[in-house]
């Protein structure tokens, strides 16, 4: 079973930065495609960065420019840094990853359990 463990989330001010990180677990061939999703009170969950295995990027255009997502493939590890927060960026933000677990299997997706950035006005 693939794990998405995340870290990183908490409270801070406009204008400030966090760091989140996201690392992956388990019986793994290959991870495709690792991002970030967000989900504010009262509203849906939304897409805002992915990072492909072979390096491109995506933004939602809400946090482009401000945010930027790594990823490390030799730990299974993705990032999100978070810059010039604003308090509409208040939400849980998941990680998502496309792993297959084997080679002969399709990719699955997998979720991990959330973490809250709050950001103060």
């Known amino acids: 079973q693939v794990q998405l463990v995340e870290s990183g989330g908490g409270l801070v001010q406009s204008g400030g930065s966090l760091r989140l990180s996201c690392a992956a677990s388990?019986?793994?061939?290959?991870?495709?495609?690792m991002g970030w999703y967000r989900q504010a009170p009262g509203k849906e969950r939304e897409l805002i960065a992915t990072?492909?295995?072979?390096?491109?990027?995506y933004y939602a255009d809400s946090v482009k420019g401000r945010f930027t997502i790594s990823r490390d493939n030799a730990k299974n590890t993705v990032y999100l840094q978070m810059n010039s927060l604003r308090p509409e960026d208040t939400a849980v933000y998941y990680c998502?990853?496309?792993?297959?677990?084997?080679?002969?299997?399709?990719?699955?997706?997998?979720w991990g359990q959330g973490t809250q950035v709050t950001v103060s006005s």
């Open positions: 388990g019986t793994m061939f290959r991870i495709n495609v």
């Open positions: 990072f492909t295995r072979g390096g491109s990027t």
């Open positions: 998502n990853a496309a792993v297959q677990i084997y080679a002969w299997r399709p990719e699955n997706n997998y």
